[in-house]
């Protein structure tokens, strides 16, 4: 896979960033945004798509050695660190990624070095307080989690991955802000590579002993790889009084803070349903429920991504422009949506095989789980654009709101569709959250730009969302085989929709070769 070139050491932040706009795109106006939001989407997505590969052999591989239950450990101790991690980063990769964006767009080179140097230095030292911290907390922790301290030892030992995190998380920051998207997608690889590798060995070689230390070396992997990437970037020489120092650290704080709120709210519901679910219906459930959540996610997380990775940044510069920020999320918003209908829908109608496959027979109760996951998913790509509008206008309290709300409406229906629908319940409930997060994110973002949807982002949502549900109510309603020819019917359906909508966006001379290829545009040669 070929990725933009790498700048050469030693140069300013400047000229590296007017490299890395020759090598990786120029910056987007009204006439080339589609190509641009293609192209990052390209680059994370063909990242997200080897590691869709790395993650479907270390899947199959571990469900193998550990089953469902060694399964529902891996995740239960995933959502500690997760959440513990969550804590002790205070928001302030976030935060910094906006502050980096912002001195980018301005050339303001001494910022961004003050910016990177503080965001660095606090990161390990948060990383340390972290992890002390979880160690210190293991044993009450394992009991709130499994309800027992039987696993206490391996909370301990996940502590270790927040430093690591961290770390790793404050490199890939700087990135980010600076768009340095070719760079990011390598990390993703050459991490998931290192990283699955490291972990597969570990299990085999421990068992259900191994799955912390797992844990642990793909954080290590991860840290190792995004230094390798990073150091590749010099930033101006700056000394810093104390008081300045500080001054940036409480800078980064306070937008991190919001951050950290949402993100926190956002770990703590996962966190919970995973209680709730081992509580209720045992650790195998944790399990079936881990193994619906990765599948279901695993074709919208390469847009979500990118989302992340370019649009927020490219957000962030347009801000303060009502019309140019509604411009960009309605775009956004559409581009992905038909980037990633027609993976919902392929894995909606191909569910129990893609069960059986990447994971195996014993997954199988997780089937009618993972098509609700399914439609939640497909509404998490139409919020996740609203949301960037709150945090690019700097409104915090609307973004914590919202995901206050969120993550009270997502525990509490888990809790009441556990209890009445069993392992299914945790699935509706998660459709269920989203429905009621559009409806509350969508009055948020038309006081703070006045955002409306356009009549082609409308359009498509409604058709997407149409065919989504229709083949998710053909499985509840119709018989096995007709519910089947009929979704196999809406997969070359929306994949043709798709691909000639995106073709009309971009004319196919103009579509990057990564995403020509996935969309069959055939030989397509720049």
Not at 49 to 58: D, K, P, T, Y
Not at 233 to 258: D, H, I, Q
Not at 499 to 514: E, F, N, Y
Request: proline share 2%.
């Amino acid at each position: 896979m070929q990725l933009a070139q790498e700048p050469q050491a030693g140069l300013s932040v400047v000229t590296q960033q007017r490299d890395h706009d020759r090598s990786e795109g120029p910056r987007v106006d009204a006439g080339n945004s589609y190509r641009q939001i293609l192209r990052s989407s390209a680059i994370i997505g063909g990242s997200s798509i080897a590691n869709m590969a790395i993650g479907l052999v270390r899947t199959k591989v571990m469900a193998m050695m550990l089953g469902p239950a060694g399964l529902g450990l891996m995740g239960a101790l995933n959502a500690v660190s997760d959440l513990a991690r969550t804590l002790a980063e205070l928001g302030i990769n976030n935060s910094g990624v906006r502050q980096i964006a912002e001195s980018v767009g301005t050339g303001d080179n001494r910022q961004i070095a003050r910016t990177v140097i503080v965001l660095r230095r606090v990161a390990v030292v948060l990383g340390l307080l972290g992890a002390a911290l979880l160690a210190m907390f293991a044993r009450p922790v394992a009991a709130m989690t499994f309800g027992n301290e039987e696993h206490a030892w391996a909370v301990a030992v996940v502590a270790l991955s927040i430093v690591f995190r961290l770390v790793a998380d404050g490199q890939g920051a700087m990135l980010q802000g600076m768009r340095r998207i070719g760079d990011i997608a390598r990390i993703n690889v050459f991490s998931a590579i290192t990283g699955s590798a490291l972990a597969i060995v570990l299990v085999y070689w421990l068992g259900e002993r191994g799955v912390a230390l797992a844990l642990v070396g793909s954080a290590a992997a991860y840290m190792i790889t995004s230094w390798w990437y990073s150091r590749q970037v010099r930033v101006e020489r700056v000394t810093m009084s104390f008081s300045e120092g500080y001054e940036e650290t409480r800078a980064l704080l306070r937008l991190g803070l919001a951050f950290m709120a949402s993100a926190l709210l956002t770990m703590s519901a996962a966190y919970a349903v995973r209680i709730i679910l081992i509580n209720s219906q045992g650790l195998e459930s944790a399990g079936l429920f881990q193994a619906a959540w990765a599948v279901g996610g695993l074709y919208v997380t390469f847009v979500l991504q990118a989302m992340g990775a370019d649009f927020y940044p490219r957000l962030v510069a347009a801000a303060n422009d009502h019309a140019e920020c509604n411009r960009l999320v309605n775009e956004q918003a559409m581009v992905s949506l038909l980037m990633a209908g027609m993976g919902v829908v392929a894995t909606l109608t191909l569910a129990p095989l893609v069960i059986k496959v990447l994971y195996s027979e014993g997954f199988t109760p997780a089937t009618e789980l993972l098509r609700w996951v399914c439609l939640g998913m497909a509404l998490r790509v139409i919020t996740w654009p609203l949301g960037y509008i709150l945090v690019a206008k700097g409104k915090r309290s609307q973004f914590v709101t919202a995901d206050l709300l969120w993550t009270v409406v997502n525990i509490s229906l888990t809790w009441v569709c556990v209890e009445r629908f069993g392992l299914v319940g945790a699935g509706m409930a998660f459709f269920g959250s989203y429905l009621f997060h559009l409806c509350v994110v969508y009055p948020m973002c038309r006081r703070a730009s006045g955002f409306r949807w356009s009549s082609a982002a409308a359009v498509t949502a409604v058709i997407f969302v149409s065919v989504i549900a229709a083949v998710h109510a053909g499985f509840l309603w119709l018989s096995p085989p007709i519910a089947l020819a009929f979704g196999l019917v809406a997969v070359v359906a929306s994949t043709l929709i798709s691909g000639v909508a995106l073709g009309r966006l971009v004319s196919p001379q103009r579509i990057p070769k990564r995403l020509a290829w996935l969309l069959r545009f055939g030989a397509y040669k720049q």
